[in-house]
């Protein structure tokens, strides 16, 4: 149905910079809202950044001013550009898209990347 890989994760020193790459593919409405979301060990999933079809986006305040979500829309892609790396950013991170077909709300998760800051 729908798919969602997500590349670009690894290994990186603080204040470091990464860029991640979600590929959707499937049948996924044109108005929707993708997201980057992260889990780091022993806490909750959470969201990172999400923008919508039309451009909006929005950021947790942890990450406001050092990560940059964007997306393809002609591609089914969308990105993290991360700057400024953190050890606190050590998670593994997940793409996200989710909308609604008729009135049904239909949402799909890649399967994680690693981001892991450290010296």
């Known amino acids: 149905q729908v798919q969602l890989v997500e590349s670009g994760g690894g290994l990186v020193q603080p204040g470091g910079s990464l860029r991640l790459s979600c590929a959707a593919s499937?049948?996924?409405?044109?108005?929707?809202?993708m997201g980057w979301y992260r889990q780091a060990l022993g806490k909750q999933r959470e969201l990172v950044a999400a923008?919508?079809?039309?451009?909006?986006?929005n950021y947790a305040d942890s990450v406001k001013g050092r990560f940059t979500i964007s997306r393809d829309n002609d591609k089914n892609m969308v990105y993290l550009q991360m700057n400024s790396l953190k050890p606190d950013d050590t998670a593994v991170y997940y793409c996200?898209?989710?909308?609604?077909?008729?009135?049904?709300?239909?949402?799909?998760w890649g399967q994680g990347t690693q981001v892991t800051v450290s010296s």
């Open positions: 996200n898209v989710n909308f609604r077909r008729f009135w049904r709300r239909e949402e799909y």
């Open positions: 499937g049948s996924i409405l044109s108005i929707n809202t």
């Open positions: 923008i919508t079809s039309d451009g909006n986006t």
